[in-house]
C-alpha cells in the first residue's frame, strides 16, 4: 500500500517537473526571448548520451532501445541544448506510447546537416490527429493516450524549438503501426 502510493507520488512529482519544464522553455520560445548559439555537436556522442539516459526507460517497459549513426554523420553546428530537447521529447513520447516492440533512433547526414528520425513501433497517430499534433494543448481523444499523463505541450514547444533552429519535422503514422518523426537540422553559421 505504501509502495503504490510512494509510486504514485513520485510519478506526480515527474509529471509536474515536466510541466514546469515545458511551460519554462514555452515562456522563452516566444519570438525573440531565445538565443540560438551554434556550438558543434558530435553526433555519435549525442547518441549514445541519449542511450544512456532512455535505455533503461525504455527497458523497464521490456522495449528495445536502439541507437543508429550513419559514418557521415559525423557533426553538427546548431544549439546543442534544443537539438537534445527536441530528440528527448519525440523520445519520451515514443517510450510512453509504445507497449511492446522497439524505439530506435537514427541519425544520417544530409548536406549541410543531419536528419533525426524516432521510430517506434507503439500505437500510431490518426491522420486527423497528426493534423493537431502540434498544437497547443492538444492531446488525442484516442483512450490509449488518454491512460497516460500529458499536457498537451511538449510537441508545441518541439516545433517552437525546430523553428528555431530552422529544422524541419515531418511525422509518419498509421494507427496501431508506430510512428516516426523525422527532423531535418541544418547547420547553423
Do not use: C, W
Not at 21 to 35: F, I, Q, V, W, Y
Not at 61 to 89: C, M
Not at 140 to 154: I, M
Amino acid at each position: 500500500m505504501v509502495k503504490k502510493a510512494l509510486k504514485d507520488a513520485h510519478d506526480q512529482v515527474l509529471f509536474l517537473a515536466s510541466m514546469v519544464n515545458d511551460l519554462a522553455t514555452l515562456s522563452r520560445a516566444e519570438p525573440g526571448k531565445l538565443a540560438v548559439e551554434p556550438t558543434t555537436i558530435d553526433v555519435a556522442t549525442l547518441l549514445k548520451n541519449l542511450a544512456a539516459n532512455y535505455g533503461n526507460q525504455a527497458g523497464a517497459k521490456q522495449l528495445e532501445f536502439v541507437t543508429k549513426l550513419d559514418p557521415g554523420a559525423v557533426s553538427l553546428q546548431s544549439s546543442e541544448l534544443y537539438v537534445r530537447e527536441i530528440l528527448q521529447n519525440f523520445i519520451t513520447n515514443s517510450i510512453k506510447y509504445t507497449e511492446k516492440g522497439s524505439v530506435t533512433v537514427i541519425a544520417s547526414p544530409i548536406e549541410k546537416g543531419v536528419r533525426f528520425s524516432i521510430k517506434d513501433t507503439g500505437i500510431g497517430i490518426s491522420k486527423s490527429d497528426q493534423e493537431k499534433l502540434f498544437d497547443k494543448f492538444f492531446r488525442s481523444e484516442d483512450y490509449r493516450t488518454r491512460k497516460t499523463n500529458g499536457t498537451g505541450l511538449g510537441l508545441y514547444v518541439t516545433m517552437k524549438l525546430a523553428r528555431l533552429l530552422h529544422a524541419d519535422i515531418d511525422v509518419n503514422s498509421r494507427l496501431n503501426e508506430g510512428s516516426t518523426f523525422t527532423i531535418t537540422i541544418p547547420n547553423l553559421s
